[in-house]
């Protein structure tokens, strides 16, 4: 599981703490995998600039951010494609810095459309509110008959918030050098 926070402001690469600008309220779209291309068609111009609150000003290939948006380099994004991915929206941003300088136009959002079913949840911690819904999953255990097809890159159903990898496409990202990726691995049940 990818860790947005990445390395948590703390280090020298930049990190973002507040929202893209051009998509309004619609932000949420990108972290929770509802489509957005509809309200990104044309000249729709997004960007994002550094957390004035953080330090770092050195681009990596993922940008570690708050609002667990999936912000990538354009050539992670184009290594993620080689590999299996079901609905995957790539939607480019200029990036600005502190002082809303432009810094690069060569990221994107990866958006993973929709969301797999994969936990095993007797063995998974789950919080619900009253209503039933999800509130947090402090300990997530797949399970492995529910992977046989999923795809490279997806969210878990239950908090689709989340971003799974598969081994095969971490392996990729770790071969190709790429920066400021932190992957947690789950336990299988």
Same mark, same amino acid.
């Given at each position: 599981?990818?860790?947005?926070?990445?390395?948590?402001?703390?280090?020298?690469?930049?990190?973002?703490?507040?929202?893209?600008?051009?998509? &309004?309220?619609?932000? /949420?779209?990108?972290?929770?995998?509802?489509?957005?291309?509809?309200?990104?068609?044309?000249? @729709?111009?997004?960007?994002?600039?550094?957390?004035?609150?953080?330090? &770092?000003?050195?681009?990596?290939?993922? !940008? &570690?951010?708050?609002?667990?948006? !999936?912000?990538?380099?354009?050539? @992670?994004?184009?290594?993620?494609?080689?590999?299996?991915?079901?609905?995957?929206?790539?939607?480019?941003?200029?990036?600005?810095?502190?002082?809303?300088?432009? *810094?690069?136009?060569?990221?994107?959002?990866? $958006?993973?459309?929709?969301?797999?079913?994969?936990? $095993?949840?007797?063995?998974?911690?789950?919080?619900?509110?009253?209503?039933?819904? @999800?509130?947090?999953?402090?300990?997530?255990?797949?399970?492995?008959? *529910?992977?046989?097809?999923?795809?490279? !890159?997806?969210?878990?159903?239950?908090?689709?918030?989340? /971003?799974?990898?598969?081994?095969? !496409?971490?392996?990729?990202?770790?071969?190709? &050098?790429?920066? $400021?990726?932190?992957?947690?691995?789950?336990?299988?049940?």
């Amino acid at each position: 599981m990818l860790d947005t926070l990445a390395d948590r402001g703390q280090g020298e690469y930049c990190f973002m703490s507040d929202e893209p600008e051009g998509i &309004g309220a619609s932000t /949420y779209r990108l972290a929770l995998g509802d489509p957005l291309r509809e309200m990104v068609e044309g000249d @729709v111009t997004l960007t994002w600039t550094f957390g004035a609150d953080y330090q &770092g000003i050195k681009l990596s290939s993922f !940008l &570690g951010n708050t609002g667990r948006f !999936l912000a990538v380099h354009r050539d @992670v994004s184009d290594l993620v494609k080689r590999h299996r991915c079901d609905d995957l929206e790539v939607v480019p941003f200029m990036l600005r810095d502190h002082r809303k300088r432009v *810094k690069s136009s060569d990221y994107v959002f990866l $958006n993973p459309i929709g969301a797999v079913d994969c936990m $095993n949840l007797a063995l998974s911690v789950v919080r619900r509110a009253r209503s039933g819904d @999800v509130l947090d999953v402090p300990k997530m255990v797949l399970d492995p008959a *529910k992977l046989v097809s999923a795809p490279d !890159l997806f969210r878990v159903r239950e908090v689709p918030s989340r /971003y799974l990898f598969s081994g095969d !496409l971490v392996d990729a990202i770790r071969a190709a &050098g790429f920066t $400021n990726f932190v992957f947690r691995e789950l336990a299988m049940g």
